[in-house]
């Protein structure tokens, strides 16, 4: 058995072996070989050992998990992530592709700013990356004509950075010219004022934003997308009552999305930790999570993104208006919900939709998501009988902390494949090239 470091050394041009692999199709267990070439799967089976070989028997081969919703901070706030630092936290959390939100400083809302962060990705990221666009009351039409996205984000509440999109009217206007798929962040923002003002002084940020905010914001969006016959796709979804509206009105025009920060804290974390817990939407009650849960079992929820949203430390304990809002995620994802998928919660083979074939779907994403024939070699192998401890000082995040400091999980990730090129394998990262720009299918 060839070492895993010699692996990492290879070019896309030779051949790997990975040799009895645990693979999930159609919700079973198989055992197989694969052969990779060129940065692709080119054979699955019983296979002769060619190339460079590596021994799984064991492990379970997952498709490199893809991550929907990031924040990366770069341009403008590289104190708290810049590429390099979340491309290794993705990596140590079996993610090999991930979509960068457009909340900048400045904002990504031109061909000239998207090109800034092409160039600034390019050298520096470890995984494959993507890029939204942000849409303000005066951009759609430029951004239509903008190739090479996977979408277009559009701020109905405030939150980090200064996009927003408060108006109905305008908000009618981008969904009815857009070419683009729409991710919504989804708060009314005059109903978030109404109750920013009458509760501000208790300071408990799930008070005042309001399930009603998020509600309200996600009729109106599911209304508009029929009437004009668009997509949108609604990230972070946090309460009982949007999972009540999408059961009556989701249509195949809608997709929807869950972080692992609303499925496993609740508003008491925020209660007990402060700003540690604030996040735009915010933690809600257990009755929310519950629900939240049963849209993950029975598949109305369409995929997991982590709304990874690093701050310091420092920044975290100021007072509360002035604390920002997010939390860290990348490298927590998969354990949380590998450990939730052990314990019974959710199946692996529903896990695996969540977090891989579906988020490539929805984002259209060229050769993503699957193991199969053809498609690129990113994997995620992962120890079931291993053990993950979550703890800040392991963090490979810039910001060095999770919400989650403490817990041990059941499963770990072992190795990370991009492109054939393994990564990262048991705690480090072992090759440092730069991996691709996702390729957008029309």
């Not at 109905?156 to 950075?161: R, V």
């Not at 925020?270 to 849209?295: C, D």
């Not at 394998?425 to 299918?441: N, T």
Request: hydrophobic fraction near 40%.
């Amino acid at each position: 058995m060839a070492t895993p470091g010699s692996a990492s050394c290879m070019s896309h041009e030779e051949l790997l072996t990975l040799r009895q692999a645990t693979l999930l199709e159609g919700g079973r267990e198989r055992v197989a070989d694969l052969r990779i070439a060129g940065g692709r799967i080119v054979e699955i089976g019983r296979l002769e050992p060619e190339g460079q070989v590596l021994d799984l028997a064991g492990l379970l081969v997952l498709p490199g998990i893809i991550d929907a919703h990031v924040h990366v901070r770069e341009p403008g706030a590289t104190h708290k992530e810049d590429f390099r630092s979340a491309s290794e936290a993705a990596l140590a959390g079996g993610v090999t592709s991930f979509l960068d939100m457009p909340n900048n400083q400045p904002p990504t809302v031109s061909l000239e700013r998207l090109e800034e962060k092409r160039r600034l990705a390019s050298s520096r990221c470890l995984v494959h990356y993507g890029f939204f666009l942000g849409a303000t009351r005066e951009n759609i039409r430029e951004l239509n004509a903008i190739p090479g996205v996977p979408g277009v984000k559009v701020y109905l509440g405030s939150s980090t950075g200064s996009l927003l999109v408060d108006d109905l009217g305008d908000l009618t206007r981008i969904v009815a010219e857009t070419e683009k798929l729409l991710v919504l962040h989804a708060e009314n923002e005059q109903v978030l004022r109404y109750f920013g003002d009458v509760f501000r002084e208790t300071a408990l940020h799930h008070v005042i934003r309001d399930n009603a905010a998020a509600a309200v914001s996600v009729a109106e969006s599911l209304m508009l997308a029929r009437r004009f016959g668009k997509r949108i796709h609604i990230a972070h979804l946090s309460t009982k009552e949007e999972i009540e509206l999408l059961r009556a009105h989701k249509s195949s025009l809608v997709t929807c999305e869950a972080c692992p920060h609303h499925l496993f804290l609740d508003q008491d974390y925020f209660v007990r930790r402060g700003n540690l817990g604030k996040m735009n939407p915010p933690l809600r009650e257990p009755g929310s999570v519950q629900a939240l849960w049963a849209g993950i079992r029975d598949g109305l929820v369409d995929i997991i993104a982590t709304d990874h949203a690093p701050h310091t430390l420092e920044e975290k304990a100021a007072e509360y208006e002035k604390s920002p809002c997010g939390v860290p995620g990348l490298e927590t994802s998969l354990p949380l919900l590998l450990d939730a998928a052990l314990a019974g919660r959710l199946s692996l083979a529903r896990l695996q939709e969540l977090m891989c074939r579906r988020p490539a779907e929805i984002f259209r994403m060229a050769r993503k998501g699957r193991i199969h024939l053809g498609y690129d070699a990113d994997l995620c192998v992962v120890d079931r009988g291993g053990e993950t401890v979550v703890s800040n000082d392991r963090q490979r995040t810039r910001c060095r902390w999770t919400p989650f400091h403490g817990r041990r999980l059941r499963g770990r990730v072992a190795m990370t494949f991009v492109k054939g090129i393994l990564k990262y394998r048991e705690g480090e990262i072992v090759s440092d090239r730069p991996a691709d720009e996702i390729a957008f299918e029309p």
